[in-house]
């Protein structure tokens, strides 16, 4: 069975820091993805990941996929309070359609 | 990419009854998927809605407690039955344009409450 965790669960940051956000998963997988929900609101897709090595840039956030390891991260760079989100990456089981989503990330940014 | 609307938006619903939720997308989609958020929680799948063909569902879903119909390629409905304070959740639909990454979009959701 296929399970997806993320850590941290939480995080504050201050703005004009950088972190990282780890999506790990339990067995193999070519498929990728992250999101991003607003309070309130529903996904907004961010990123797809298809490959191992893959990254991605758009704006702030980086995502890059290591299928080896069966990790993904999300790089945030120089947050902005505009970030503050839940964000989730989700995994694409091998041959299937589903997705299982990981628990989330809640991410505040503080001025 | 695809929109998508859902019907009701919210609803305050009393325990034992039955609430029916619609799923719209402005294009024709081979997958259309439903998904439950409990407060504060993730995304759980409760089933996948193929049109021509009877809805797949997740371990710990069943059907006759959500009755999921697809009619054409752009339509979709869960209906959430007899319910209990449990069901409280948003109620996602998803739609899978059937590329060759699955990629999903979202619809607003359906914000659920039953008393």
């Known amino acids: 069975e296929l399970k997806v965790e993320q850590n941290p669960l939480f995080l504050s940051m201050q703005e004009g820091k950088n972190y990282t956000i780890y999506c790990n998963y339990s067995t193999t997988s070519d498929r990728l993805y992250w999101y991003r929900q607003d309070p309130g609101k529903s996904l907004e897709s961010l990123f797809v990941l298809l490959s191992n090595g893959a990254v991605k840039q758009e704006g702030r956030l980086m995502a890059s996929l290591d299928t080896k390891a069966r990790l993904s991260t999300l790089h945030i760079t120089a947050a902005v309070h505009d970030l503050s989100a839940t964000y989730f990456c989700?995994?694409?089981?091998?041959?299937?359609?589903?997705?299982?989503f990981g628990p989330g990330t809640r991410l505040s940014v503080l001025p | 990419s695809a929109v998508i609307s859902q019907k009701p938006s919210r609803d305050i619903c009393q325990r034992g009854t039955s609430l029916t939720i619609q799923c719209q997308v402005d294009?024709?989609?081979?997958?259309m998927f439903w998904y439950r958020q409990q407060p504060g929680q993730s995304l759980t799948l409760i089933a996948t809605?193929?049109?021509?063909?009877?809805?797949?569902?997740e371990s710990g879903f069943v059907i006759d407690k959500f009755p999921i119909s697809r009619p054409n390629l752009t339509f979709s409905t869960l209906t959430v039955s007899n319910m209990s304070p449990e069901d409280s959740s948003i109620y996602l639909c998803?739609?899978?344009?059937?590329?060759?990454?699955?990629?999903?979009?979202f619809g607003p959701g359906t914000r659920l409450t039953v008393t």
């Open positions: 294009s024709q989609v081979t997958m």
């Open positions: 989700a995994v694409g089981p091998l041959g299937g359609q589903n997705f299982v």
């Open positions: 809605a193929n049109q021509g063909s009877e809805a797949t569902y």
């Open positions: 998803s739609v899978s344009p059937g590329t060759s990454f699955y990629e999903q979009y």
